[in-house]
């Protein structure tokens, strides 16, 4: 196996285990997978960047490394960094509020859901539930 495709698959499985664990309801394991997408992108990054090339110091610009993808991880890092921390507050606000850090769910929320999977007219615009304005709107034209 090459290099790279290590680090394809390494970053296919910090990707999963993340998607899986900021779908969980505890507060805890959606920072877990956040970070752990967050060094799954920075992986990317490093494998989309290329072969390595020289340093740009001194002599031609002839196989040089490219710098921009370098400048996107080290964004992606800071960015990762400051929604960590703002996610820490969370938990820690959560914690000091309620002593848990599960996410409870919202009935109401859950009342508009089941409102609109019984109705078909949500999902198909083209589905009209009021034949009167139909005949009507066929008789104007």
């Not at 820490?88 to 009935?107: C, M, N, P, T, Y």
């Amino acid at each position: 196996m090459t290099i790279t495709l290590v680090l394809v698959i390494a970053m296919a499985v910090l990707f999963s285990c993340g998607v899986y664990l900021l779908l969980e309801r505890s507060l805890t394991r959606m920072l877990l997978g956040f970070l752990l997408l967050g060094n799954s992108l920075n992986l990317l990054l490093l494998i989309m960047s290329g072969a390595a090339g020289r340093p740009p110091i001194g002599g031609s610009s002839e196989g040089i490394t490219d710098p921009l993808p370098q400048a996107f991880a080290l964004t992606a890092i800071v960015i990762t960094f400051a929604v960590s921390a703002f996610l820490l507050a969370l938990i820690h606000r959560s914690w000091k509020l309620s002593r848990a850090d599960e996410v409870e769910v919202d009935e109401a929320d859950a009342a508009i859901g089941r409102d609109r999977d019984d109705d078909p007219a949500d999902d198909d615009p083209e589905i009209d539930t009021d034949p009167e304005a139909a005949q009507n709107e066929e008789a104007t034209r």
